[in-house]
C-alpha cells in the first residue's frame, strides 16, 4: 500500500544549538508555536484527502522534537493516540538530533507508538560537524543509533552535501558510514545558503562556498546509487520547495531546484543508458510510462544523446522498478531492474 506523511512542522526556539546554516528564531522562554487545535486541524484536513487505503503516518519535522520538553513531547504524542486507536493513523515518526536520544525519551516514543526516528546526522567528519556547529562527535552518532535500535523503532538518517569543510571524499564517507548503520530509509540535502544565517555569514565573507547546482548533482547521484545499490530506501533528494523557501531573499545563494532529485536521477539513467549503448550502440527501451521521463532525460537531454539510436515504447505491464532493453523478441526473462540490479549497477558507479 502507499504510504502517506500528515506532516507537522515544528520550530523549536528552545533549541540550544546554533548550527551555522540554521535560521531558526531564538524566543526567550518559548518552545513552539504549534498548538495543539492547530494538530487537529492539520491531521483532519490530511485525512480528508488521503486514501482509507494507504498507510497513514503523522511526522514530525522542522525540529528537534526530542528537544522539547518531556511534557510538551507527551503532550503531542498523546494527542495523535486516539486517530491511532480509531485505526485513521497507524503510527508516528519524528526527526531530531542524534545528541538528543535517551532511554527515558525512547521509551516514551515507543508506548506512543513512534515507527520511525529520523537523525539529521548531516556529516560524520569531525571536522566539518565542528566547522557547522552540530557540537557531537561520530560516537555520539553510533551509540544513538545503537540506542534506537535497540527499542527497535526504525532508523531515519539525513546528511548534508556541501557543508563547510567538506568535499566530495567526506561526503562519499559519510554516506558509507551510514549505510554500514543500517538505516530504513535516508534523506540527501544540498547545503543551501539561507538568510539571517552564520552561513550567510561566511559566504559574504568568502569563507565558504557552496557547491554549484551541477557539482551537487554529480554528488549526489554516487551517493543516492550508493544507498540504493546497499538496500537503502532514499525518501528524498533535495529540500522540498515549500512556500518558505521560494520567498524572494531566503535563499541567498546554493545548489536549489525545485525537481532536484529528478535531475539526480535523469543523470543516474543516463550512466545507467550509457553504459549499456557502449556495448550494443543502441537503446530500445520498453519500460512503465512512470519512467519514459526519466530516461528521456531533462529537456530530452538523454534521446538527443543517443538521437536515432534511442527508442522507447511504454508498456504498463511492467513494474515500475523495471525495463527490457535491446531485446526486440521482448523476452521477459531479460528484464533490466533498475533499482534494485545491484550488479549491474555497481559496476557503473
Keep these: 500500500m502507499k504510504h502517506y506523511n500528515i506532516p507537522i512542522f515544528i520550530n523549536h526556539y528552545g533549541c540550544p544549538n546554533s548550527c551555522v546554516f ?6 526567550n522562554g518559548v518552545e513552539t508555536d504549534m498548538t495543539v487545535p492547530e494538530i487537529h486541524n492539520i491531521i483532519n484536513t490530511n485525512l480528508a484527502t488521503i486514501p482509507k487505503d494507504g498507510i497513514k503516518e503523522v511526522a514530525f519535522f522542522g525540529g528537534t522534537f526530542t528537544g522539547l520538553s518531556l511534557k510538551l513531547q507527551e503532550l503531542y504524542l498523546e494527542t495523535i493516540q486516539k486517530y491511532i486507536e480509531n485505526g485513521d493513523i497507524d503510527g508516528i515518526r519524528i526527526s531530531t538530533r542524534p545528541d538528543c536520544i535517551n532511554d527515558e525519551i525512547l521509551a516514551m516514543l515507543k508506548k506512543y ?8 546526522i548531516q556529516s560524520l567528519d ?5 566547522k557547522t556547529g552540530r557540537n557531537y562527535t561520530e560516537e555520539i552518532v553510533w551509540n544513538t543509533v545503537n540506542l534506537i535500535k535497540n527499542y527497535s523503532i526504525n532508523l531515519g538518517v539525513q546528511m548534508m552535501i556541501g557543508l563547510p569543510g567538506s568535499d566530495f571524499d567526506s561526503d562519499y564517507e559519510t554516506c558509507k558510514k551510514l549505510t554500514s548503520m543500517k538505516p530504513d530509509v535516508a534523506r540527501i540535502y ?3 545558503v539561507i538568510n539571517n544565517t552564520e552561513l550567510e ?6 569563507e565558504y562556498i557552496p557547491l554549484t547546482l551541477e557539482k551537487s548533482i554529480e554528488i549526489s547521484k554516487k551517493i543516492y ?34 525537481a532536484f532529485r529528478d535531475l539526480v536521477l535523469n543523470e543516474i539513467y543516463f550512466d545507467f543508458l550509457h553504459y549499456i549503448y557502449n556495448k550494443a550502440q543502441k537503446l530500445y527501451i520498453i519500460t512503465h ?23 522507447i515504447i511504454k508498456d504498463n505491464s511492467l513494474s515500475v522498478d523495471d525495463f527490457v532493453i535491446n531485446d526486440e523478441r521482448y523476452n521477459k526473462n ?4 533498475f533499482q534494485v540490479d545491484r550488479p549491474r549497477w555497481s559496476e557503473i558507479i
Design 126 to 130: 569531525e571536522m566539518v560537524l565542528k
Design 225 to 258: 546509487s550508493f544507498f540504493q545499490i546497499n538496500g537503502i530506501n532514499v525518501i528524498r533528494v533535495g529540500l522540498q520547495p515549500s512556500e518558505d523557501l521560494r520567498r524572494d531573499g531566503i535563499i541567498v545563494d546554493g545548489p536549489f531546484h525545485p
Design 289 to 311: 510510462e512512470k519512467n519514459i521521463s526519466s530516461i528521456v532525460g531533462n529537456k530530452g537531454k538523454n534521446k538527443d544523446y543517443f538521437k536515432n539510436n534511442f527508442r
Design 190 to 192: 544540498p547545503t543551501l
Design 334 to 337: 531479460e528484464i533490466y531492474r
Design 22 to 27: 540554521c535560521n531558526q528564531k531564538k524566543i
Design 201 to 206: 555569514n561566511m559566504y559574504k565573507s568568502l
Design 113 to 120: 507508538n513512534v515507527k520511525l526516528i529520523e537523525l539529521g
